[in-house]
């Protein structure tokens, strides 16, 4: 699962000095925005947004959903995975209507694509889900207001919660992206009174990346589980270290031993394969009595769980959660089913 393990590499001087004599953009003028003024602040100080934004480009790889959500189509977004049209998903389709498709960028691991991002004279950059370094927030703050990732989180740490709720302060739609938010959070608790099983129950997100790879407390998946009323293994982030996420030893295989264990794989049947031919994890109680939940990637199910925006969310509790709830019914006989 390579593609939420890599944070975006520090620019090359060259590609610094190449877009440093880009022309700043002009921000559109119209009286119904000269009176918008919004302040954000992040991992690089703050940002003032001066006019309402028309001409967005997410740097970052999710804030797309939020935009579209509020009904806003940026004009270019990053891609991450999946391979959809302007980098949208389909849970997130329909809220495109008939504008045009965003245009594609793509971090190949040197960073944003500068030139082609101020070709498209941007009056607002988004940031919030990345790992943009201070050097790739200057260059980009050249081109247009650019707002980065938070310095409360780790890198491509921000929860669903917050990147909706910033993207509403960024494009002045506050109540509109507040609203947003308390829809799916009362879902949430919808399903949690449905399935007060959940409650006390540990649950862990995992993938068989070089090994055995598993997503901390900062990720937004492990934050999905903890919204459902799951609880994390206790000493999870101090066996990972201050990251979203890390590969475990063989020694700390204990920390798969959950009540709910979700496996993010690319092959169903050779991961599955290769987990019943481990001697140790075979061993665990997790193993034993079928408590698995397998989500395999590059399937719409399988990107949806790695997304996790305000869009994307009711789209995995539909699939996710009777699998879930078949894992910790209590019953080892009951089958928790293959991805679709």
């Not at 620019?11 to 610094?16: K, Q, S, Y």
């Not at 495109?96 to 498709?101: D, I, K, Q």
């Amino acid at each position: 699962m390579t593609r939420a393990l890599y944070a975006l590499a520090a620019l090359t001087l060259a590609l610094v000095t190449g877009c440093g004599s880009t022309t700043t953009p002009q921000a559109p003028v119209a009286a119904a925005s000269s009176a918008f003024s919004a302040t954000l602040t992040h991992k690089y100080g703050s940002t003032t947004i001066s006019a309402k934004p028309k001409r967005i480009v997410t740097v970052g790889l999710v804030e797309q959903d939020a935009l579209l959500a509020l009904g806003i189509v940026p004009v270019a977004t990053t891609e991450w995975f999946g391979g959809y049209p302007g980098a949208i998903g389909p849970w997130a389709k329909t809220k495109l209507g008939s504008a045009p498709v965003p245009q594609v960028l793509k971090d190949t691991g040197s960073g944003p694509q500068m030139e082609k991002i101020a070709a498209l004279r941007p009056d607002l950059i988004l940031a919030l889900y990345s790992g943009l370094t201070q050097e790739q927030y200057t260059t980009l703050s050249k081109i247009a207001p650019t707002v980065a990732q938070p310095k409360e989180h780790i890198d491509y740490g921000i929860s669903w919660q917050e990147v909706t709720k910033q993207v509403g302060v960024a494009v002045g739609e506050v109540a509109k992206a507040d609203a947003l938010v308390k829809q799916v959070e009362d879902r949430f608790a919808a399903v949690q009174k449905e399935h007060p099983e959940f409650a006390g129950q540990t649950a862990l997100m995992a993938t068989v990346y070089e090994g055995y790879f598993v997503f901390g407390s900062q990720d937004p998946r492990s934050r999905l589980l903890a919204s459902l009323g799951f609880k994390l293994p206790a000493d999870l982030d101090k066996a990972i270290g201050d990251k979203f996420g890390a590969n475990i030893s063989r020694e700390r295989l204990d920390l798969l031993d959950t009540g709910a264990l979700i496996w993010s794989v690319t092959n169903v049947d050779k991961d599955t394969a290769a987990l019943r031919g481990d001697s140790v994890y075979k061993g665990l109680k997790v193993a034993k009595e079928g408590r698995e939940v397998f989500v395999k990637e590059s399937t719409d199910d399988g990107n949806a769980v790695s997304f996790i925006t305000v869009l994307s969310l009711p789209y995995v509790l539909d699939a996710l959660v009777p699998r879930l709830a078949a894992a910790v019914d209590g019953n080892p006989a009951t089958e928790v089913g293959l991805p679709s």
